[in-house]
Nanobody, 121 residues
Framework: QVRLVESGGGLVQAGGSLRLSCAAS????????MGWFRQAPGKEREFVAA????????SYADSVKGRFTISRDNAKNTVYLQMNSLKPEDTAVYYC??????????????WGQGTQVTVSS
């Protein structure tokens, strides 16, 4: 069983930064791509960023390119999302997910419980 636990969310002013973490259980973390998604109230869950099993390939939504950076530490079974220049429209619950393979894709089979990010104007 895979368990994903997000942390690092909170309230920040526009222009500020936050770093989200997602700690994964299990010994196979380094074999799978990981991703971050977000869901704002009344909206569908949307893709934010993804990283391949070894960290060599990343992918970002256009709305966060140049502001957010995804990274991973396989020794710590943790994936991170560094969020800079935050905007009020980044307000959402952020979820991490484990990919179904080691390559970056939009298919995920395990999810965390989410962490709230609120950006005030």
């Amino acid at each position: 069983q895979v368990r994903l636990v997000e942390s690092g969310g909170g309230l920040v002013q526009a222009g500020g930064s936050l770093r989200l973490s997602c700690a994964a259980s299990g010994r196979t973390f380094s074999s799978y791509a990981m991703g971050w998604f977000r869901q704002a109230p009344g909206k569908e869950r949307e893709f934010v960023a993804a990283i391949s099993w070894g960290g060599g390939t990343t992918s970002y939504a256009d709305s966060v390119k140049g502001r957010f950076t995804i990274s991973r530490d396989n020794a710590k079974n943790t994936v991170y999302l560094q969020m800079n220049s935050l905007k009020p429209e980044d307000t959402a619950v952020y979820y991490c997910g484990r990919g179904r393979s080691g390559a970056v894709s939009r298919e995920y089979d395990y999810w965390g419980q989410g962490t709230q990010v609120t950006v005030s104007s």
